[in-house]
């Protein structure tokens, strides 16, 4: 764990510096005082350091997704597995520098787009589970969509905020924000 760290941190302060294109592994593996080989035992590439930890988390959200109490509607059971497990693991400083550094490149952008789409088929087939209906997960495909839309757009907010804000507070707002608007429709 520790030389995973070390790599980590030298890949996000030289992503910082001078950028996520401007950075090679050479240049990461160096700072963290590691061969370059030792690099590849721990992230298959570059873009692996800012992005695995949004694909850490999607099994535990699946399951959370799956186990939300059946009462609640889809979109409320999403917000509050989120919580459940987005937000035990969550590292305030961490996570508005993935954000920062992955806004400032655009293959970062498009790969944690990629990211996203995972989420939302996953999240769409935890909701099909949750329903009974895991023959169709396409189903419920839209449904993950908004909700995990809503949640980006509270992160982003929250970014834009300088991270002052308590981000389950930001999320809570901006859901019970969408709630009311889509009732207005």
């Not at 590292?91 to 939302?120: F, M, N």
């Not at 509270?154 to 389950?168: P, R």
Request: hydrophobic share 50%; glycine share 6%.
């Amino acid at each position: 764990m520790r030389t995973q760290r070390a790599i980590r941190e030298a890949a996000l302060t030289l992503f910082t510096e001078q950028g996520y294109e401007d950075t090679t592994v050479e240049q990461i593996a160096e700072l963290a005082e590691v061969a370059t080989a030792t690099f590849f035992r721990y992230f298959p590439g570059k873009a692996d350091v800012v992005l695995n930890f949004q694909d850490a988390l999607l099994p535990a959200l699946w399951e959370a997704v799956v186990r939300r109490p059946p009462e609640e509607g889809d979109f409320l059971a999403v917000k509050n597995a989120i919580k459940q497990v987005w937000l035990v693991e969550f590292d305030k400083a961490l996570t508005a520098r993935l954000a920062k550094i992955i806004a400032h490149s655009p293959p970062l952008r498009r790969l944690s787009y990629d990211v996203g789409r995972g989420w939302v088929i996953g999240v769409g087939k935890a909701l099909a589970v949750r329903r009974g209906n895991d023959r169709a997960p396409e189903d419920f495909a839209l449904r993950a969509r908004v909700a995990l839309a809503v949640f980006s757009h509270s992160v982003g907010l929250w970014i834009a905020g300088d991270c002052v804000a308590e981000l389950g507070d930001v999320i809570e707002e901006q859901y019970d924000q969408f709630t009311k608007i889509f009732e207005e429709l």
